[in-house]
């Protein structure tokens, strides 16, 4: 079941009802897999991920930890600019909203379709360390369907020294190529944006997810990525 659902995954051509179960099918095999494998030691998770993972993969995800555990969700809304070949070299967080009590919880959870560069992942991390307010988290958890061969090793090596230790990174297969434009081949067969439904990234910053909808002003805040040249994230140290 999971090879035909990888294979599902991978397809380009595979219709969104059926690619939609699949990354529904991974995801949930994926935190299975982690919860065996002793990955959420504490109660409390602040589970993240962008606009593009959010409703596909995040939210059926973490019903699985809630037996257990104490969830805390965060949408984040990336923008990224390829300025080398093979490379997405360039990623702000234009904005993110989150649930009450996100900041405190002792364990991250960020879950992606795809992990090829590590540069979006960078940057959503960054956010959270730096943005959000300060937490010194025990341990941080990256579930990716799919990942770059060097993706774990490659944001093991950026991350603060604090957080290396307690970083565990789980995909159901890493694949080795990347596109001009930094995807990940064969990857899930495109940009996580797409796959999702979205025409395009920008499309990806008008949602906003149910469970943010009737707290987020609409009426005095911008639309999720409408702002002008945000700030890029703090650097690592």
């Known amino acids: 079941m999971i090879a035909e659902a990888l294979k599902n995954l991978s397809d380009p051509n595979t219709p969104f009802d059926i690619y939609a179960e699949a990354v529904k099918q991974l995801g949930e095999n994926l935190v299975e897999r982690a919860l065996d494998g002793g990955a959420f030691p504490y109660n409390g998770i602040h589970a993240v991920s962008t606009a593009a993972d959010y409703q596909l993969l995040l939210e059926p995800s973490v019903e699985l930890l809630r037996r257990e555990h104490v969830i805390a969700l965060s949408c984040l809304w990336p923008i990224s600019k390829v300025l080398v070949e093979g490379s997405v070299d360039n990623t702000m967080i234009s904005m993110a909203l989150s649930e009450k009590g996100a900041a405190d919880m002792p364990l991250l959870l960020v879950m992606a379709q795809s992990v090829g560069t590590v540069t979006e992942l960078q940057s959503i991390l960054a956010h ?63 940009p996580s944006f797409s796959r999702a439904g979205f025409s395009s990234q920008s499309e990806t910053r008008s949602f906003v997810p149910a469970i943010f909808r009737s707290s987020y002003d609409f009426a005095r805040k911008p639309k999720p990525g409408s702002a002008t040249g945000p700030a890029p994230p703090k650097p690592f140290k």
């Open 128 to 190: 959270i360390f730096f943005d959000m307010g300060p937490n010194d988290y025990k341990k941080i958890v990256v579930l990716s369907l799919v990942s770059h061969i060097n993706a774990a090793p490659h944001l093991r090596g950026i991350l603060p020294e604090r957080y290396r230790e307690g970083l565990i990174f789980l995909s159901h297969r890493t694949d080795h190529q990347l596109s001009l434009d930094g995807t990940l081949v064969p990857g899930i067969g495109g």
